[in-house]
């Protein structure tokens, strides 16, 4: 079995029972310090990778993200689930050959979202929606991955935050083939719960990018996956722009107090591989 076999298999094992957080790391420290905290297995996310390169989220072409994802799928053992956005293109047959690609980088799993990117008109087509997801998961049945997908609507993210329109996409989504639904940016435990139980028995993600659940509280409610986004990017970020922002106005640097010791966990981490 190879090493991208044996974290599939990894990957598909958390989706069975119990609930499971798996954070976004946006880079390899990052991502081998999660690692390292014991998580079972960790996500990429577009927007951390994009801000990385001085972007926004979505700022990343195709060639960026494969690259991106073979990195981080290689800096772990750990299962790595990719972002991937929309699939880089709006044609079912080209969103097919994009994932093909992305399934040769040594990802475990990978989303594909429902959002067009047009503020007019924020959500493709229903119709075009499910037969996207259609050839994902036919393009990971080529692949012989097994590469676990995930199909995710995003009316909450987009400013359509109709439940009934969510839930109609993922049941249709989870009948073309995904096997695991998310719709990034309910808040309420109640909207949780009513997406678990419209699509049972297939597991859920949920996104967690403000303090409205507890762990405990969502496997509860019956969610199988906890994500957050790039929100660990983001409280990275605002450290860094506290800090900054203290030295270019007032001069001063009280913010380099209670450090973390950076190069001693990552030396701890490398020299324990070694000695593994």
């Known amino acids: 079995m190879s090493h991208q076999e044996d974290r599939v298999s990894a990957f598909r094992e958390l989706h069975e029972t119990g609930c499971f957080v798996m954070p976004n790391p946006w880079d390899v420290g ?12 960790l996500a990429t996310t577009s927007a951390g990778f994009a801000w990385t390169l001085g972007r926004p989220d979505n700022g990343v072409n195709l060639d960026e993200m494969l690259a991106h994802l073979a990195t981080i799928a290689a800096a772990v053992d750990l299962p790595v689930n990719a972002d991937f956005e929309g699939g880089f293109a709006l044609e079912p047959d080209q969103v097919a050959v994009n994932v093909g690609r992305a399934c040769e ?12 990117g047009d503020s007019s008109d924020p959500l493709i087509d229903f119709d075009l929606a499910v037969a996207r997801v259609t050839a994902a998961r036919q393009a990971i049945g080529e692949s012989r991955t097994g590469v676990l997908l995930t199909a995710r609507s995003e009316g909450f993210v987009v400013g359509r935050p109709d439940l009934a329109e969510t839930i109609r996409r993922l049941q249709a989504f989870a009948e073309a083939g995904a096997d695991c ?3 990034p940016r309910i808040t309420t435990a109640d909207e949780v719960s009513a997406i678990v139980t419209a699509v049972a028995p297939k597991p ?9 659940l507890t762990v405990t509280e969502a496997a509860a409610l019956g ?8 929100t660990l990017a983001r409280a990275a970020w605002g450290g860094f722009l506290q800090v900054a922002h203290e030295i270019a106005e007032d001069g001063t640097f009280s913010g380099f107090q209670n450090l973390p ?3 001693a966990r990552l030396r ?5 591989s070694a000695k593994g």
Do not use: M
Not at 105 to 116: F, R
Not at 204 to 212: Q, T
């Open 223 to 230: 969610v199988r996956r906890i994500s957050v986004g790039g």
């Open 204 to 212: 859920v993600n949920v996104l967690i990018n403000a303090p409205f």
């Open 30 to 41: 990052s991502a081998q310090v999660l690692a390292q905290l014991g998580f079972p297995a």
């Open 261 to 263: 010791d950076v190069d």
């Open 268 to 272: 701890h981490i490398h020299d324990g």
């Open 181 to 183: 639904l998310y719709a």
């Open 105 to 116: 980088t040594g990802i475990a799993g990978l989303s594909i979202e429902d959002s067009s």
